[in-house]
């Protein structure tokens, strides 16, 4: 057995194939359905006006170029590492030590956004306003650990049930918004539908705080790659996975810009606010007793969907860096249960920084980890679509034989994803100063820190290309 085939027959053992079509569907909806949608979006509306769910709309157009890619890889090669084994199968370790480590800093960022929303949701009712917040974060991350320890069957039922709670609530918000509109029930002194609009503007502040807003918006969309990770402990992926990336992605650029346009619809969007989720908002105003209550309780457990599923993907994307020497061997032990238990401590261990961080700045935190989070996940899509472009040169070379799922535009598709990557990194730099010292940090703190990493893990590296490291049992 080669090296490579011994690595990737290493990085492939010990998971259990519980997960199930429906597991597949939710965890994929789960991990992009969260903050960014629930918490995010009033913000954004506030700032941008009903135009954003343009952005929702091209960033999901991005998003499903990147996933048909990254579903190709899959149906190649299903594994639980994702595009950090198809990094160092396509294109060498050099890039699967990066792609692996951002793909950990990305989940680690969102997982911190999405504790610190679960502390805000939770502040909404009088009885946790004394809480501190820290303190709230510490419990949800206590409970999804758990959950995660348990094994990959209950994960995935937990993570169906969350993602089915919030999808059935989407869809109950979209039938009442549009009842209200049709039937022209007043909403706190305003008249729904096209007649809200005309008392703003499409884009009140202009179009360019739309643009500089595209980082938020890709980091709402994190999450969508989760499919390529589950693959690896998914029945059947070859058939499952491709049937999967086509009904979830049109899904969640339903729900975004559904959900997003019929928000400005019902209220103007001057009426959202950043820190309250806009449907509570819209409850609100709606004047329904107990109904912002209820709300308020789904996006709660959206937000605990997607630590779920981060925690779950981050442990699975550091396996394979274990067993070829770029990460700590304790990264690829396995629990009887199934589960990479070192990357689920790791990640936690990263997860109590977002404690500390609600401790310190608990005003703050969310907006901090949000421009990281926007950097880490961009790098990350971009680093699948590099890989698929390494794919279809192995490919050309007669190396592999492409099968019949194909992303739609060859490598044309992941050109236009790097163009528009490139293009939101330009205006994160132009946004100052939040934006430009975020991504000044993020390269003063990154770059050496990774640099640092892949050397000092050379020796780790030599070794396991002599002995591959074993799975325990």
């Known amino acids: 057995m080669s090296e490579y085939l011994a690595i990737q027959h290493a990085e492939t053992q010990g998971y259990r194939k519980d997960l199930k079509a429906r597991h597949i569907q939710m965890i994929a909806?789960?991990?992009?359905?969260?903050?960014?949608?629930?918490?995010g979006a009033g913000g954004r509306l506030n700032a941008g006006g009903p135009g954003l769910a343009l952005v929702y709309a091209v960033c999901g157009l991005i998003g499903y170029l990147m996933l048909?890619?990254?579903?190709?890889?899959?149906?190649?090669r299903p594994t639980s590492g994702s595009f950090t084994s198809y990094a160092r199968e396509f294109l060498g370790e050099k890039w699967a030590f990066f792609a692996g480590w951002i793909y950990f800093l990305a989940w680690v960022t969102v997982g911190i956004a999405e504790l610190t929303a679960i502390a805000v949701y939770l502040q909404f009712w009088p009885i946790f306003q004394t809480v501190p917040q820290w303190v709230l974060v510490a419990v949800a991350l206590g409970v999804v650990v758990g959950l995660n320890l348990l094994g990959v069957r209950f994960f995935g039922e937990a993570e169906f049930w969350f993602a089915l709670i919030k999808v059935a609530a989407i869809l109950v918000f979209m039938v009442v918004g549009i009842v209200?509109?049709?039937?022209?029930?007043?909403?706190?002194?305003?008249?729904?539908?096209?007649?809200?609009?005309?008392?703003?503007?499409?884009?009140?502040?202009?179009?360019?705080?739309?643009?500089?807003?595209t980082q938020g918006v890709v980091f709402a969309y994190a999450g969508i790659d989760m499919i390529g990770v589950a693959a690896g402990e998914t029945r059947n992926p070859e058939k499952q996975i491709p049937r999967a990336i086509n009904t979830t992605v049109i899904r969640i650029i339903f729900f975004y810009v559904g959900s997003v346009l019929l928000l400005a619809l019902l209220l103007p969007a001057a009426a959202y606010r950043g820190d309250e989720s806009p449907f509570v908002t819209f409850m609100n105003a709606l004047g329904v007793p107990g109904a912002a209550d209820i709300m308020n309780l789904v996006v709660l457990t959206a937000a605990l969907s997607s630590v779920n599923a981060g925690l779950y993907a981050t442990a699975r994307v550091l396996k394979p860096l274990a067993h070829s020497g770029s990460a700590p061997r304790f990264l690829g032990l396995m629990s009887g249960?199934?589960?990479?238990?070192?990357?689920?401590?790791?990640?936690?261990?990263?997860?109590?920084?977002?404690?500390?961080?609600?401790?310190?700045?608990?005003?703050?935190?969310?907006?901090?980890?949000?421009?990281?989070?926007?950097?880490?996940?961009?790098c990350e899509w971009a680093m699948i679509v590099i890989a698929h472009l390494g794919y279809l040169r192995c490919a050309a070379r007669g190396e592999l034989s492409r099968h019949g799922y194909r992303a739609p535009l060859g490598a044309a598709g992941d050109w236009i994803v790097l163009v528009f990557l490139a293009g939101v990194f330009v205006l994160m730099a132009l946004d100052r100063p939040v934006g430009s010292y975020t991504l000044l940090a993020a390269v003063i703190v990154?770059?050496?820190?990774?640099?640092?990493?892949?050397?000092?893990?050379?020796?780790?590296?030599?070794?396991a290309r002599r002995a591959p490291v074993r799975v325990s049992p």
Request: glycine fraction near 16%; hydrophobic fraction near 50%.
């Open 29 to 39: 909806l789960g991990g992009a359905l969260g903050t960014g949608l629930f918490l």
């Open 446 to 463: 990154l770059t050496p820190a990774f640099t640092l990493g892949w050397l000092l893990t050379g020796n780790s590296r030599r070794a």
């Open 68 to 76: 048909r890619s990254l579903g190709e890889m899959v149906v190649h």
């Open 337 to 378: 249960n199934g589960v990479p238990m070192g990357g689920v401590w790791l990640t936690t261990g990263m997860l109590v920084l977002g404690i500390v961080l609600n401790y310190v700045v608990p005003h703050r935190a969310f907006e901090i980890v949000l421009n990281f989070g926007a950097i880490a996940i961009l």
């Open 180 to 213: 209200v509109i049709v039937s022209g029930h007043d909403v706190a002194g305003h008249q729904p539908g096209f007649a809200t609009l005309s008392e703003g503007d499409w884009f009140p502040n202009g179009v360019l705080p739309l643009i500089v807003m």
